[in-house]
């Protein structure tokens, strides 16, 4: 499929430029706005396919229900990290920055020197790592060292979310791999009805993962696979489609340039305040989008 290309940041610098200065520059909004709306379809469409398990065809837009739905996550979480200022210096950071600065420059975990670089990593207070085990002593630590004021900072917690009990009160009809018969999932099981084929089910899933999956459109009778149109899709996928939800229900129904305006803005303090969402929407470095998302914000 053709997917809609992320904006250029030098596009929504000029925009704000602009905007600072009491202009609205019509074309340039409709231009970012709409190619934001397409890409924001494009990631919608992508998480829907992973909660109901239907195939958007390249060719005609229909919807092609997968073989094996079943793989399908019917939640949308949270993107992995989050957000934190340092208690002594305020900077905000991720956890990744705290875990990035040590591996650009290691430290001692001890006594926050700068480390001899060798076979091994040595410390002039005598303790030494083996890279291994620096990265992972790294990995798996919950304080280290802030990189600007280099004091300690305990790794943020997720917030809060209510789980909400999942019952699915059917089973669904699966094919038996080994006679192609109905089957069912059942009591941990995938047994088929037919030849008596039991198998445990996390071994069945895992198996189906593996297997190269064919999809037909009924329409157009065009014929795909689900691993190229998958791999298709990297730069689209997220776990937290919601701001991209938002912003195609409220983009449609701006009238002036200032609404247009409103919501764009309102979707990169969304994109700020969630630093890996934002690679998603706007093309460029990691560290300049950070850079631009925070100049905007200043």
Same mark, same amino acid.
């Given at each position: 499929?053709?997917?809609?290309?992320?904006?250029?940041?030098?596009?929504?610098?000029?925009?704000?430029?602009?905007?600072?200065?009491?202009?609205?520059?019509?074309?340039?909004?409709?231009?970012?706005?709409?190619?934001?709306?397409?890409?924001?379809?494009?990631?919608?469409?992508?998480?829907?396919?992973?909660?109901?398990?239907?195939?958007?065809?390249?060719?005609?837009?229909?919807?092609?229900?997968?073989?094996?739905?079943?793989?399908?996550?019917?939640?949308?979480?949270?993107?992995?990290?989050?957000?934190?200022?340092?208690?002594?210096?305020?900077?905000?950071?991720?956890?990744?920055?705290?875990?990035?600065?040590?591996?650009?420059?290691?430290?001692?975990?001890?006594?926050?020197?700068?480390?001899?670089?060798?076979?091994?990593?040595?410390?002039?207070?005598?303790?030494?790592?083996?890279?291994?085990?620096?990265?992972?002593?790294?990995?798996?630590?919950?304080?280290?060292?802030?990189?600007?004021?280099?004091?300690?900072?305990?790794?943020?917690?997720?917030?809060?979310?209510?789980?909400?009990?999942?019952?699915?009160?059917?089973?669904?009809?699966?094919?038996?791999?080994?006679?192609?018969?109905?089957?069912?999932?059942?009591?941990?099981?995938?047994? $088929?009805?037919? +030849?008596? &084929?039991?198998?445990? @089910?996390?071994?069945? %899933? /895992? #198996?189906?993962?593996?297997?190269?999956?064919?999809?037909? $459109?009924?329409? +157009?009778? &065009?014929?795909?696979? @689900?691993?190229?149109? %998958? /791999? #298709?899709?990297?730069?689209?996928?997220?776990?937290?489609?919601?701001?991209?939800?938002?912003?195609?229900?409220? @983009?449609?129904?701006? %009238?002036? #340039?200032?609404?247009?305006?409103?919501?764009?803005?309102?979707?990169?303090?969304?994109?700020?305040?969630?630093?890996?969402?934002?690679?998603?929407?706007?093309?460029?470095?990691?560290?300049?989008?950070?850079?631009?998302?925070?100049?905007?914000?200043?």
């Amino acid at each position: 499929m053709n997917w809609t290309p992320r904006v250029k940041q030098i596009k929504i610098r000029r925009l704000y430029r602009y905007a600072k200065i009491g202009v609205y520059d019509d074309i340039l909004l409709h231009d970012i706005g709409w190619q934001l709306y397409d890409r924001c379809c494009d990631i919608v469409t992508v998480a829907d396919v992973y909660r109901y398990g239907k195939v958007p065809c390249p060719q005609c837009q229909s919807q092609i229900q997968r073989q094996i739905d079943i793989l399908s996550s019917s939640g949308e979480g949270g993107t992995k990290e989050y957000w934190f200022n340092c208690p002594h210096c305020s900077k905000r950071l991720l956890w990744r920055d705290c875990r990035l600065d040590l591996r650009i420059n290691p430290r001692c975990l001890t006594c926050d020197n700068l480390l001899q670089v060798s076979d091994k990593y040595q410390c002039n207070c005598g303790k030494s790592w083996t890279k291994k085990a620096y990265g992972q002593s790294v990995r798996t630590r919950v304080r280290l060292p802030c990189p600007h004021c280099r004091n300690l900072v305990r790794r943020p917690e997720a917030p809060l979310k209510e789980k909400k009990a999942i019952r699915q009160n059917y089973s669904p009809t699966l094919s038996c791999p080994k006679c192609e018969g109905t089957a069912f999932h059942r009591n941990g099981n995938i047994e $088929c009805i037919d +030849c008596n &084929y039991i198998r445990r @089910w996390k071994a069945y %899933r /895992k #198996s189906l993962k593996k297997k190269d999956e064919k999809l037909s $459109c009924v329409n +157009c009778r &065009y014929e795909f696979k @689900w691993q190229e149109w %998958r /791999k #298709s899709t990297q730069t689209l996928r997220t776990g937290n489609p919601k701001p991209a939800r938002d912003f195609v229900k409220k @983009w449609s129904a701006c %009238r002036t #340039s200032q609404q247009r305006m409103i919501q764009i803005d309102s979707l990169m303090q969304t994109l700020h305040g969630r630093g890996p969402l934002a690679p998603l929407f706007i093309d460029s470095g990691e560290s300049k989008i950070r850079q631009m998302l925070d100049d905007l914000a200043s």
